[in-house]
């Protein structure tokens, strides 16, 4: 029997692990040492088929530890050094969703046999309980750990980035108030703590973050000069502090009714200093809790439901703080304010975002064409 040549490689029965071995020698490391490289089947070509896929994933220069490395261990690595730039807030709800949505099931799976059938199967079951959105922002997670793997030579390509990904469940619909709906909310809701907030978010259309975040600094309620009384919409709630884009930052003038309900914010704010004596933290913000400290979101949703209680006809539980913005760009597209105007107020980049966040509650009128057609056979009607 011919003896095999150095570098051609074996195969050999392992009796402890019941499976056949076949190894090849691919070279020497920097001190000398013989590279082997193994693969390991319970018949004699399964463990040829493992040994040439090992070789493979050697000359396409991928990491000795690929072979087993599984898509849990991609997404933690991902979630542990790739988020750097971001948020706590925004890491934590990556987490939530790794860990809710992707590690149990599909975390096990090793990486480089993962498939885009699995994949697409995956998100299919996901799409029976998420919305469209968030079954996007799953997939997005999914996606960026397979592409940090990639970057690390952990795995020869991206399955998930080819995936199809299909419709979600129907999110909540949006929905705004009417007019009506709104002088209620403005007149029956006076006795309410959260009314002066309320009044501010319905009319000049800010965002709750920034609401929150609102400073008396940046209030001014007397006119100076041809400069009415106005809120400079400069900061938020953010991790940084900034709103939400550059656009974001504006400078509102202020309707009567609203300059009114800050003063009266002032002086509530006055008497409930007093009240709270020494537990009072002066933060400088324009809305706060009864001991002066920022309102977080579950604050404004809390006393937001109560203060709509108050309103006969309205399904208090049914409504988020989010839809008085909602409602301002309504009532401001069915008095004929041209959404190249709304777009500015409500401190979007341009009409394309506007158009799409609020497409239900915009209805604009286009006149252009009844303009010109009055212009031009404005006599027809008279010779009638």
């Not at 570098?7 to 009796?15: A, C, H, Q, S």
């Not at 703590?193 to 975040?213: F, I, P, Q, W």
């Not at 800050?262 to 509530?268: C, P």
């Not at 409500?346 to 009409?351: A, L, N, S």
């Amino acid at each position: 029997m011919t003896r095999r040549a150095r570098g051609e490689g074996g195969l050999r029965w392992d009796e402890g692990r019941q499976r056949w071995i076949a190894t090849k020698d691919i070279g020497y490391d920097g001190r000398g040492k013989r590279i082997v490289r193994k693969g390991t089947g319970r018949t004699q070509a399964e463990a040829k088929k493992r040994l040439k896929e090992v070789l493979r994933d050697y000359d396409a220069g991928l990491a000795v530890e690929a072979a087993k490395y599984t898509v849990k261990q991609a997404v933690e690595d991902w979630l542990t050094y790739g988020l750097g730039k971001q948020s706590a807030a925004t890491v934590q709800k990556y987490r939530i969703i790794c860990r809710v949505h992707i590690i149990p099931l599909l975390g096990a799976r090793k990486l480089r046999d993962l498939t885009t059938r699995e994949v697409e199967a995956w998100l299919l079951g996901r799409s029976k309980v998420l919305s469209t959105e968030f079954l996007h922002r799953t997939h997005g997670c999914l996606n960026r750990a397979i592409r940090r793997a990639m970057a690390q030579d952990l795995v020869r390509r991206n399955v998930v980035d080819v995936a199809e990904i299909p419709r979600g469940r129907g999110g909540r619909p949006s929905k705004s108030l009417t007019p009506a709906q709104v002088d209620a909310v403005l007149t029956l809701t006076a006795t309410d703590r959260l009314h002066n907030y309320l009044v501010l978010s319905l009319l000049t259309g800010a965002r709750t973050e920034e609401l929150r975040a609102l400073r008396w600094e940046h209030v001014h309620l007397d006119q100076i000069g041809s400069v009415p009384a106005h809120i400079e919409v400069w900061r938020s709630v953010r991790e940084d502090g900034d709103t939400k884009t550059r656009k974001s930052r504006r400078t509102l003038a202020l309707p009567t009714r609203c300059v009114d309900a800050l003063r009266k914010q002032r002086a509530l704010q006055a008497a409930e200093r007093l009240e709270a004596g020494e537990r009072w933290r002066d933060t400088g913000l324009v809305f706060t809790t009864r001991f002066g400290t920022g309102m977080d979101a579950a604050n404004v949703r809390r006393d937001f439901r109560r203060a709509l209680a108050l309103v006969p006809g309205l399904q208090a539980k049914e409504w988020t703080p989010r839809e008085l913005r909602h409602s301002f760009v309504s009532v401001l597209s069915d008095a004929g304010i041209p959404v190249e105007e709304i777009s500015q107020l409500v401190g979007h980049r341009g009409t394309t975002v506007t158009e799409l966040v609020y497409r239900h509650q915009l209805r604009p009128v286009i006149q252009t064409g009844a303009t010109v057609m009055d212009r031009l056979f404005e006599r027809g009607s008279s010779d009638a």
